[in-house]
T-cell receptor, first 113, second 110 residues
Framework: KAGVTQTPRYLIKTRGQQVTLSCSPI?????VSWYQQTPGQGLQFLFEYFSETQRNKGNFPGRFSGRQFSNSRSEMNVSTLELGDSALYLC????????????FGQGTRLTVV | EDQVTQSPEALRLQEGESSSLNCSYT??????LFWYRQDPGKGPEFLFT???AGEEKEKERLKATLTKKESFLHITAPKPEDSATYLCAVASGNTGKLIFGQGTTLQVKP
């Protein structure tokens, strides 16, 4: 069974630009969550989608947004990039919503210059 | 406020030297506690889920236990390949969010 696939793996962007990250969950999984990981803050929850609906959202500014498609694939968008947005962005998929095991992808390393 | 604290931040062991990692939590309505292993540059790898106090789970050299306030990850006779960062996370029933601790970085020397 294929795992969670995130693309691209690495990305370099300039301040002020926007970026879109993609996540394909494990086949059959309907829930996708996104996290930001930095050395200082650790893993922080961004949002969770289940059946194309956002179920939960973390404490991030509105520049961070996401969506989920009918095939459960998800995208995350960050607009007007800031230097502080440099991080490893991780996607996790779960069979169902809420409190089930989450399986993570390898992440997208975003560097904002 | 929901909070997860892991200790120690870093741990160095000799191969074969058993030890435990701690995860203390404060959460409104615990709906599950999760342990993950993360290698540098990779996403976290799921290890265990614990749901209620007194529950224990084992996998190879790892054993996770849960009380009402904390969880322990016991590592028995570790090997160098066990070197990684171990993350603990709790699912909050009130907020519906998964809250991670800062992790314990384990180094096992041969």
């Amino acid at each position: 069974k294929a795992g969670v696939t995130q693309t691209p793996r690495y990305l370099i962007k300039t301040r002020g630009q926007q970026v879109t990250l993609s996540c394909s969950p494990i086949s059959g999984h309907r829930s996708v969550s996104w996290y930001q990981q930095t050395p200082g803050q650790g893993l922080q929850f961004l949002f969770e989608y289940f059946s194309e609906t956002q179920r939960n959202k973390g404490n991030f500014p509105g520049r961070f947004s996401g969506r989920q498609f009918s095939n459960s694939r998800s995208e995350m968008n960050v607009s007007t990039l800031e230097l502080g947005d440099s991080a490893l962005y991780l996607c996790a998929s779960s069979p169902g919503a809420g409190f089930t095991e989450a399986f993570f992808g390898q992440g997208t390393r975003l560097t904002v210059v | 406020e929901d909070q997860v604290t892991q200790s120690p931040e870093a741990l160095r062991l000799q191969e074969g030297e058993s030890s435990s990692l701690n995860c203390s939590y404060t959460v409104s309505g615990l709906r599950g506690l999760f342990w993950y292993r993360q290698d540098p540059g990779k996403g976290p790898e799921f290890l265990f889920t614990l749901y209620s106090a007194g529950e224990e789970k084992e996998k190879e050299r790892l054993k996770a236990t849960l009380t009402k306030k904390e969880s322990f990850l016991h590592i028995t006779a570790p090997k160098p390949e066990d070197s990684a960062t171990y993350l603990c996370a709790v699912a909050s029933g009130n907020t519906g969010k998964l809250i991670f601790g800062q992790g314990t970085t384990l180094q096992v020397k041969p």
